[in-house]
């Protein structure tokens, strides 16, 4: 069966068993993983898959623990797009980016962020883009930050993702990830993200479009009903995890067979909820909490292994890819409050951490490691967690971290953990967005 797919919920989840294990139901709700099941029991996860492996699960945050592979001030790796793509070594050294079409530049910087202090200023006191992440929440002074200026992101103008890549001239345009991006009812084929996102790159760049059934998801696999139409594929599954990328997982032998890397191609993917979401159980069944930093860590360098793969051979993708991902949402609005969904209870979710603050550490933490893949490999995120952040199940508790005013449109589902079709639209203008700028 499917894992069930996780995707946001970062901050606290429980809930997606590895591939080929089941899960227990009286395991804690993660907050953004995939935790709908085929059987209906999984209905927190938040990247859409199930315990099983096979449905919609739920997803959580990230670990603290993941930091060490980024932050040592020798970020390197290829870019794709033009030279605005660079890759920013936190120690002020110099790293060196090479593009798919050959061409190099290098950047340096020494701003490293000052984690000891306040976290939406640099060394040097002054505003932080990332600032702009903070704008519509009613309290910015106490809403959720993350630490991105440590690995010194471009953001992008609209702040609605980085801006790493010049993404022109697409030929193919290829999803893998978990049950977010497949889609899940009760939204329907058409209000999926990417049948939303595939509307707008056929305008964009001016491809052949997929058809009907493409957009529509195998309730029984948790896959697209048809995976190749037109310029696009689909390898995105209820359940899946990071470790479904590359071998032992099949997603990228599945979809980037020899004869295609000659397309210049775009890779649009969500993951990471259906990993956290186990891990987030994990810990609410006793589990260290060292030990649940360092599957966190292991979980988005599984994300970072998947990007190196697209860009460090220029020679692979001889005419260009481009790699752009979400980071995990949750459905907590930053509380960590995995009650909070109506239907917790039906998915097992009802063994709460007795500490929720370090829950939240470890959601943050996943997220953060995301960024520092983005800045890695030249890459580009979308800010999914923060723009969903306060349109969750807290939504209307003026205490939580990312309350946002009266009146808040809820963009999870009855499952907890996936969009609602609204949720959906979202998404795609996120991606949009980065992909245009």
């Known amino acids: 069966m499917p894992r069930p797919a996780g995707l946001l919920a970062l901050l606290l989840a429980v809930g997606a068993p590895a591939c080929g294990e089941t899960e227990d139901a009286s395991a804690t709700a993660p907050t953004g993983g995939d935790t709908s099941s085929e059987t209906g029991t999984d209905t927190l996860g938040t990247s859409g898959q199930d315990p099983t492996h096979e449905a919609p699960p739920t997803e959580t945050g990230g670990s603290e623990g993941a930091t060490d592979s980024a932050t040592d001030g020798t970020t390197t790796g290829p870019t794709t797009g033009d030279e605005t793509t660079s890759t920013t070594s936190t120690t002020g050294t ?7 079409d050959g061409t190099t530049s290098t950047t340096s910087t020494s701003t490293t962020s000052d984690t000891t202090g306040d976290e939406t ?3 040097t006191g002054e505003p932080s883009d990332s600032d702009c992440l903070l704008e519509g929440f009613a309290n910015p002074d106490t809403a959720l930050k993350l630490d991105y200026d440590q690995f010194g992101p471009i953001i992008g103008s609209h702040c609605k993702g980085t801006n790493h890549q010049d993404i022109t001239d697409i030929e193919r345009v290829v999803f893998i990830g978990d049950s977010v991006t497949v889609g ?3 939204a329907l084929g058409d209000d999926y993200y990417r049948s939303k996102l595939a509307d707008v790159l056929v305008d964009r760049f001016g491809l052949t479009p997929p058809n009907a059934l493409w957009k529509q998801v195998n309730p029984i696999d948790g896959v697209a009903l048809v ?3 037109g310029d696009f594929v689909s390898c995105s ?7 479904d990328f590359l071998p032992p997982g099949n997603q990228v032998d599945d979809c980037f067979p020899p004869d295609m890397f000659d397309k210049r191609t775009l890779v649009i993917t969500t993951m990471g909820g259906n990993d956290i979401a186990a891990i987030a159980k994990d810990g609410a069944n006793g589990t260290p909490l060292d030990e649940v930093k360092a599957n966190a860590a292991e979980a988005a360098d599984l994300l ?13 993708f001889p005419n260009g890819v481009f790699l752009v991902f979400a980071n995990v949402y949750e459905f907590t609005d930053g509380t960590a409050d995995l009650m909070a969904c109506p239907a917790a209870g ?8 007795q500490n929720p603050a370090e829950l939240i550490d470890v959601m943050v933490g996943f997220n953060e490691q995301f960024m520092s893949v983005a800045v890695e490999t030249g890459t580009d995120m979308v800010f999914m967690l923060e723009n969903f952040c306060g349109h969750g199940f807290k939504a209307g508790d003026p205490s939580a971290p990312c309350y946002r005013g009266p009146g808040q449109q809820n963009w999870f589902d009855l499952t907890c953990i996936h969009p609602t079709a609204q949720g959906h639209t979202v998404i795609a203008d996120l991606f949009t967005a980065v992909i245009d700028e």
Request: proline residues 11%; glycine residues 10%.
């Open 237 to 243: 599954k209820w359940g899946a995890r990071t470790d």
């Open 227 to 229: 995976k190749e139409s």
């Open 94 to 100: 110099t790293s060196p980016v090479t593009s798919t």
């Open 184 to 186: 899940t009812p009760p």
């Open 121 to 123: 200023t640099g060394t």
């Open 304 to 316: 970072r292994q998947t990007a190196h793969w697209f860009v460090d051979d220029p020679a692979k």
């Open 346 to 353: 039906l998915g097992g979710f009802d063994k709460p951490w």
